[in-house]
């Protein structure tokens, strides 16, 4: 009678410990064995055009570009996650789309989130007409997507049939071949797919691409989740078959045990399972003393009594080998000998330089304006603003750029950029971006030309951009710095409108990217026009004004101002010397002569303004930003992980990292 009570439940204990085992095994193997959760790239943060159309020969391909790992990289949308962070969730005024509440990645680019938009430009210049279509064949999820653009006039439906709510079946018409970010909403966390294709033409025959299926998940729990359609995270696999035989775990004493310690780990997972609890208990709980086998019981007292000694020792112990270690440590002055060579002080030193000839300019004019505001560009992205003019006429904005090299110093260049309101005299459409190129040792400032492809960067001297009917608007409410509600202005919008040119502003050539730390700031120096300007990034949910980076009011101003001479020019101003004009900068020096980089705190404490120091070094100093205006910064993170990454290294590492270009 005892085999035959015994034997089975033998059986029963060996193959629940066998499960739990092949159940821990498979945490760690399922993941591995999906080549999906192995591969994906995980990018939540950063420029992404998820829906990146090109043309190849007479076809078209769609794929995911993106500038978080580098600069234009390619990949197959199914070996990418789009993750979309917690910090994403926001709350939604009433009457937008995901009201009240949803997570958000709104068209003006944050720094620390996803940043995805799409590209229809690659198809340029093979003879395709410039009107592409996304297709979306099917959109999954356990929420809505909502995807809506936003402009003077509120929100934009981009859509067909002026849909913001992303569905299969809905289509997206890129009428002109463009670069284009928008607001992604989506009402819940979990998974989302969207499959779907490109549709153009070429020679009047229709051309589709391939259908190429996205992932976007949502919500911090569900990060490395692409391959799971889950609202919530599924559970971890336990080993939840093990608690039906309950009496046979407390009929089959030693036997079982010494097979289950494999299958410990997993089993307190489950607070169900009272198999494994049997191993853990001595040094936790004495609950499964009680139902511990009697013959266990005297050796389980006498246990706690010499564990808890231990602890006491082990906790004086510790003290005793920390102190052994500090008296080592005096033997290592290394350390204070490796901050020596960082110790040359870098010193704030005047050093006098020819003025340039906007420097000139802009000092010697009559000054009858305002001007104001600087912008810092993240590294490695581009980025559309508004451009809102009050009044026609001829603008000329004097912009001065700088970027810090990576070997510490600063460059700056200045260049005058040409609007001609009202007229149709200049670049009337087309893409452009404002940015700087790198070259034998100095800051060029320089405009991309996307009209031809490839794009060309030019001097901004050889383009105007004329606004003619095209770019005129009724100004709404909240730009009265600009121009009163209901008067006209001209606009260049953050989005692109047909007939008007679309002007940005761009960290992305290659030798910026490789030469400097990315970030370029811009300062408006100075302005001339018949009326006010105002150029800034759109807002959220009604918001017209996001970030201002500059403004001018009507005539000519400057925000650099002459002085007659060395004695009495301050920190950064421009004099004059004879027949010529100077200026004094401060340049880093150490005590041996070598160049070396100032911060803005050390800028201001040497003398100079507040202004100079963020245009010098491309950071406000700690007092802000003189001018009052908002500025971003840039956090340029990549994060990629792997199963067997996250197994070993515990949290595991991501490779992680704005709206309309």
Known sequence: MVQTTTAPARPRAALRALLAALASLAVILIPLGSAHAAERLVIDQGHVDAFNVEANGDALTLNLKEDVTGSHVSHKPEEVELHVKSAALKDIPKGFPGAP???????????????????????KGADFDPSIKLKFDKVEGPGKIHLFGQDLGGIEPLLEN??????????LDQADFSHVHANWVFTKPGVYTITLHAEGAKGGKTVSSDKATYTFTVGDEFRGKADAKAEKPAPAPAPAPAPAPKPEDSTT??????????AAAPAPKDSTEPAAPANPVPADKPKPDTSAPKAKAPEKPAAPAPKAKPKAKAKAAAPATEAKTKPAAPAAPAEPAKEEPKAPVCTATEVVRDATPDEIKAATTE???????????????H???????????????????????????????????????????????????????????????????????PAQWVDPSSISFGLGNAAKHKVPGGL???????????????????????????????????????EITQTLVSASGPGNVGVFTSGNFGQLVGQKWYSATAGSGSNVKAAKDRKSAKIGQIFKDGKGYKVVDLKGKTEDGADCALTADQ?????????????ATGAAPTGGSASGLPRTGAEVTGLIGTALALLVAGAGTALARRRFQ
Do not use: C
């Not at 509440?101 to 620390?112: E, G, N």
């Not at 002026?162 to 289509?171: A, I």
């Not at 980025?383 to 004097?398: A, Q, R």
């Not at 800051?443 to 031809?452: A, E, G, P, V």
């Open 101 to 123: 509440k949803a997570y958000v990645l709104p068209m003006t680019q944050d720094s620390k989130l996803l940043w995805p938009g799409w590209d229809t430009q690659g198809a």
């Open 162 to 171: 002026g849909s913001m709510d992303l569905t299969s079946g809905s289509v």
């Open 253 to 262: 004493p030693e036997k079982p045990s010494d097979t289950e310690p494999t």
């Open 367 to 381: 000054s009858k304006g305002k001007v104001g505001g600087s912008y810092t560009i993240p590294a490695n992205t």
């Open 383 to 453: 980025v559309h603003p508004n451009w809102v003019f009050s009044k026609p006429g001829t603008y000329k904005l004097t912009i001065r750029q700088s970027a810090k090299g990576k070997d510490g110093k600063t460059y700056s260049d200045t260049a005058t950029l040409t609007f001609n309101v009202g007229s149709s005299s200049g670049a009337t459409s087309g893409h452009f971006d404002f940015g700087s190129r790198f070259e034998n040792g100095k800051l060029i400032s320089s405009i991309k030309d996307d009209r031809k492809s």
């Open 480 to 518: 009265e710095f600009i121009a009163p509600a209901g008067s006209n202005v001209w606009m260049i919008g953050s989005t692109q409108d047909p007939g008007v040119p679309w002007v940005g502003a761009n960290s992305m050539h290659p030798s910026i990217i490789e030469n400097t730390t990315g």
């Open 603 to 615: 800028i201001v404490a040497a003398g100079g303004s507040p202004e100079y120091a963020e245009s």
